[in-house]
């Protein structure tokens, strides 16, 4: 089974930035569809940003601008850069990544809070 473990979550002023990690076991990383979702406290889990092994990205609106996803295949790792955080950003980030033919796996997620 594939194994992904999120980092970088902390605590953070409005404007600040953080990069989460995302480390995945396995050598077919780079054939991974890969995604950033959250979760809010009472809301459901949102998608935030994907990856294609391709290079093709997509962003929710909501973090266009602000946020890049990007991947280290060497280091088997995924990054999201956020910038320009808001309050409203706060919430527990996960790592997706989905492998054709095998299927999609979850880490356990990291905590980001953006004060006022």
């Known amino acids: 089974q594939v194994q992904l473990v999120e980092s970088g979550g902390g605590l953070v002023q409005a404007g600040g930035s953080l990069r989460l990690s995302c480390a995945a076991s396995g050598s077919v990383f780079s054939r991974d569809l890969m995604g950033w979702y959250r979760q809010a406290p009472g809301k459901q889990r949102e998608l935030v940003a994907t990856?294609?092994?391709?290079?093709?990205?997509n962003y929710a609106d909501s973090v266009k601008g602000r946020f890049t996803i990007s991947r280290d295949n060497a280091k088997n790792t995924v990054y999201l850069q956020m910038n320009s955080l808001k309050p409203e950003d706060t919430a527990v980030y996960y790592c997706?990544?989905?492998?054709?033919?095998?299927?999609?796996?979850w880490g356990p997620g990291t905590q980001v809070t953006v004060s006022s």
């Open positions: 990856l294609t092994s391709g290079g093709t990205t």
């Open positions: 997706k990544a989905v492998r054709l033919g095998v299927g999609s796996f």
